[in-house]
T-cell receptor
Framework: NAGVTQTPKFQVLKTGQSMTLQCAQD?????MYWYRQDPGMGLRLIYY???????DKGEVPNGYNVSRLNKREFSLRLESAAPSQTSVYFC????????????FGSGTRLTVV | GENVEQHPSTLSVQEGDSAVIKCTYSDSASNYFPWYKQELGKRPQLIIDIRSNVGEKKDQRIAVTLNKTAKHFSLHITETQPEDSAVYFC????????FGTGTSLTVIP
């Protein structure tokens, strides 16, 4: 029973490179989320998907795109990485948009040089 | 109106003392209030939650209280131990889900 699985766990990118962070959940949750967490800071919502087939911007969407591939998978793409995107990225899922059963993945530590 | 205000941002207590973290909100539609603990380098994990029809919930050394009239809820940790040192986040759910800004708790042995 894996819960929320994120890949990769660590990544170093050069400025301007692109990459996709993968997230999958096996809890039959409807809603999924991407957050970033900078050192000493709280969680900032990048994008979320309230249900399969929908995506919406969160607090800090600029520089990112997302795809809700199916009910299980929600990916985050950086088209042209910038040093300001150096952060720890967490994927999360919940049973519904109200947040019941909110569960986080283990995080991806991304460094852009 | 959507944000959750969380105080204090940092808290240091002596081992064995109690720690209290408070969150306030303004959306009266909020009906679910979870608390998360994030240890250094790890993911946030749910430690306790409370729904709007309950005023208090306790789980061993951790308790959460809710005052819907005043729109605030609090996390209480008694007999603190060094392993309680972490960042704690409150959250509320109404029409959407919102996190507080976090409290860094340090328990001094």
């Amino acid at each position: 029973n894996a819960g929320v699985t994120q890949t990769p766990k660590f990544q170093v990118l050069k400025t301007g490179q692109s990459m996709t962070l993968q997230c999958a959940q096996d809890m039959n949750h409807n809603s999924m989320y991407w957050y970033r967490q900078d050192p000493g800071m709280g969680l900032r919502l990048i994008y979320y998907s309230a249900s399969e087939g929908t995506t919406d911007k969160g607090e800090v969407p600029n520089g990112y795109n997302v795809s809700r591939l199916n009910k299980r998978e929600f990916s985050l793409r950086l088209e042209s990485a910038a040093p300001s995107q150096t952060s720890v990225y967490f994927c999360a899922s919940s049973l519904d948009p109200l947040g019941y059963g909110y569960t986080f993945g283990s995080g991806t530590r991304l460094t852009v040089v | 109106g959507e944000n959750v205000e969380q105080h204090p941002s940092t808290l240091s207590v002596q081992e064995g003392d109690s720690a209290v973290i408070k969150c306030t909100y303004s959306d009266s539609a909020s009906n679910y209030f979870p608390w998360y603990k994030q240890e250094l380098g790890k993911r946030p994990q749910l430690i306790i939650d409370i729904r709007s029809n309950v005023g208090e919930k306790k789980d061993q050394r951790i308790a959460v209280t809710l005052n819907k009239t005043a729109k605030h809820f609090s996390l209480h940790i008694t007999e603190t131990q060094p392993e309680d040192s972490a960042v704690y986040f409150c959250a509320r759910a109404g029409n959407q889900f919102y996190f507080g800004t976090g409290t860094s708790l340090t328990v001094i042995p």
